[in-house]
């Protein structure tokens, strides 16, 4: 099991990073457009006074070595369950996949930190894990080099998003 932090800088206050977080277009864009998703989806989206709740469906562009593309197949995809907790301003996921629900995992927590007046750090804490004989370690070390990849990816699109749309 792979457990590890992604932290990025994001130039907005903590307000603008969420009200963008849960930004249909600009989640649709950031996916589909900046990521090269093929799919990606908000099936559902809830408020209430003390949590958002979101789940989405994506087809992530996959750059896999050949055994980890073997085992997941040509067109991987994963719904995303995730929640908002407006007190402690926390967001949790928890990833299922299309295929091997029962063998592999990834889920995780994410929050922001004020670092000036107009810039918020963005933590991630990510836990991954592939329990598939022989090849387990390397479907996380692929999962995690994705994930960093995309994370930051986000971070650099975000940081666009926050000097065109403000």
């Given at each position: 099991?792979?457990?590890?932090?992604?932290?990025?800088?994001?130039?907005?206050n903590?307000e603008?990073?969420?009200?963008?977080?849960f930004d249909?277009?600009?989640n649709?864009?950031l996916?589909?457009?900046?990521?090269?998703?093929?799919?990606?989806?908000?099936?559902?989206?809830?408020?209430?006074?003390?949590?958002?709740?979101r789940?989405?469906?994506?087809?992530p562009?996959?750059?896999?070595?050949?055994?980890?593309?073997?085992?997941?197949?040509?067109?991987f995809?994963?719904?995303?369950?995730?929640?908002?907790?407006?007190?402690?301003?926390?967001?949790?996921?928890k990833?299922?996949?299309?295929?091997m629900?029962?063998?592999?995992?990834?889920?995780?927590?994410?929050r922001?930190?004020?670092?000036?007046?107009?810039?918020?750090?963005?933590?991630?804490?990510?836990?991954?894990?592939?329990?598939?004989?022989?090849?387990?370690?390397?479907i996380?070390?692929?999962?995690e080099k994705?994930?960093?990849?995309?994370?930051d990816?986000s971070?650099v699109?975000m940081?666009?998003?926050?000097?065109?749309?403000?």
């Open positions: 099991m792979g457990k590890f932090t992604i932290t990025n800088e994001i130039n907005c903590e603008t990073f969420w009200k963008i977080f249909k277009e600009f649709e864009k996916y589909r457009g900046h990521l090269g998703f093929p799919d990606f989806r908000i099936l559902e989206q809830r408020d209430s006074d003390t949590e958002t709740i789940k989405v469906a994506g087809t562009k996959m750059s896999v070595p050949g055994p980890v593309a073997k085992v997941l197949g040509s067109n995809s994963y719904t995303e369950e995730g929640r908002f907790d407006k007190k402690s301003k926390v967001w949790s996921w990833m299922t996949p299309g295929t629900a029962d063998k592999l995992r990834n889920e995780g927590v994410m922001i930190e004020r670092i000036g007046d107009s810039k918020v750090r963005r933590i991630a804490e990510i836990v991954i894990e592939a329990k598939v004989f022989g090849i387990g370690g390397l996380e070390s692929s999962a994705q994930l960093r990849e995309g994370w990816g971070a699109y940081n666009d998003w926050v000097k065109t749309h403000s």
